[in-house]
């Protein structure tokens, strides 16, 4: 059985360690940011980690909780990790709704921290 690649274990870990921490204590999110790094959140754009914490810290519900549909890590040629997620949450007392994350994870100094990061919730028009 094939090892499984070193970009596919920092990326699980990371998607874990990150819904784990935006459902259960959000302020913690900061750790995996760098003042460098820019989020783009249904469309609206922040840059350093400041501003992407104060949006975070704004968003608002009470409670959320995130379930993993499925997650794709590739390696980038910079030695960065690309990581997709698509999933469900449920926030409050809302119906649950589909939503893609995109990750762009970086190794600086033996920690990996999120230098990009995109949401978007699924939602359709079929109208």
């Not at 810290?57 to 997650?71: A, G, R, V, W, Y």
């Not at 409050?92 to 994350?101: A, T, Y």
Request: charged letters at 15%; glycine letters at 4%.
């Amino acid at each position: 059985m094939a090892e499984t690649p070193m970009w596919e274990q920092v990326g699980t870990s990371f998607v874990q360690l990150y819904y784990q921490r935006f459902d259960t204590s959000r302020v913690e999110l900061s750790a995996l940011y760098t003042d460098a790094s820019c989020l783009s959140w249904e469309g609206q754009q922040f840059q350093g980690k400041t501003a992407i914490m104060e949006k975070l810290m704004s968003l608002p519900f009470q409670k959320i909780q995130h379930s993993i549909t499925s997650q794709d890590h590739q390696p980038t040629p910079d030695n960065c990790i690309l990581s997709m997620v698509v999933g469900q949450l449920k926030v409050d007392n809302d119906p649950v709704m589909g939503f893609h994350q995109l990750f762009i994870l970086k190794n600086i100094s033996d920690n990996w921290v999120c230098t990009n990061d995109i949401f978007r919730l699924a939602l359709y028009n079929f109208a």
